[in-house]
């Protein structure tokens, strides 16, 4: 088979311009002429405090709701300029994952991820076959027979994300996926997130109010406040070098409570593990570990080291485990 060529443009998976949203009622805006694009293929967080709009974007992106004012572009389509059959059709590939799981009581988890296929038509024998596929690739094969009731809430939101990825979406928002979980089953789901965003090459936006969460799943980020976009871009330099005052302050909402001795600086990084190797090696370095949490990656580590350590990432990389800042 042939590859057909890459387009020599393709527009953003998701695009904003000047979005603005007023409840009824409300005396302010959720949203104040909007501006905010998501790169095709990223996987983006948009996070904010409470109230900051992000709700209120996802309704939008998935057609519950619509603006006042502006316009909201999912794939390059005007979503206000699409005939009902683009619409739906457009809504099929806009696949969305729940805080609160949204599954039918009364439905298995087979039942529940073949619901949107039973309602796009799709013949009994093949939306089975597909849900079990989906099933096995959540980890959950063995599971299609059990009813909510009897899955643990990891398992519920990997039958959340089966039924998402139904109907093939292009673009997959999980609006606060992780927010009812513990840690560790939270970098469980955000872990596959990550890996069936890579594998299917789909863009993931991932809707949060926790750093955290930006921090273990997305390449990129937008940081809303008071329904305005007030910082975005890759992730990394993002949170390395905060620019706006609600970044940092999201920031700093996470920082451990430490007190530090003259000349030490209180620092996070990702460490494959906490074997005794790299915790060897920290404690070379003069590290003390003050908080640990699974990360996809490993664990996510706060350690004070002497304000003197020359480049954390390098030492520790020179050795075998090895390490990501
Ligand atoms: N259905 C609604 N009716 C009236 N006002 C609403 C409604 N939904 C949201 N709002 C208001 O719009 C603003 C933005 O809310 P939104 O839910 O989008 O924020 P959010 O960032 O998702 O907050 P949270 O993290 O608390 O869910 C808030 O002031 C909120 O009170």
Redesign the pocket.
Known sequence: MTASPAPIFSPPALAFEAVSKT?P??P?P?LRELTLTVPRGSRTGII?R????????VRLVSGLDTPDAGRVRVQGQDLAALGAPERRARQARTGLVFQQFNLLAQRTALGNVTLPLELAGVPRVRREARARDLLAQVGLADLAGRYPAQLSGGQKQRVGIARALALDPDLLLADEATSALDPETSAGILALLTELQRERDLTLVVVT?QLEVVRAACTHVAV?DA?QLVESGETRPVLAAPGHPVTRALLEAHRPQVTLAPGETLRRVTLPGLDASTLGALAALGARLVQAEPHPQGVDAWLTLPASTPDLTASLARRPAGVGA
Do not use: D, P, V
């Open positions: 409840y009622g409300q302010a959720a904010g409470s109230g900051a709009g992000k709700s209120t974007l109010h809303l329904g």
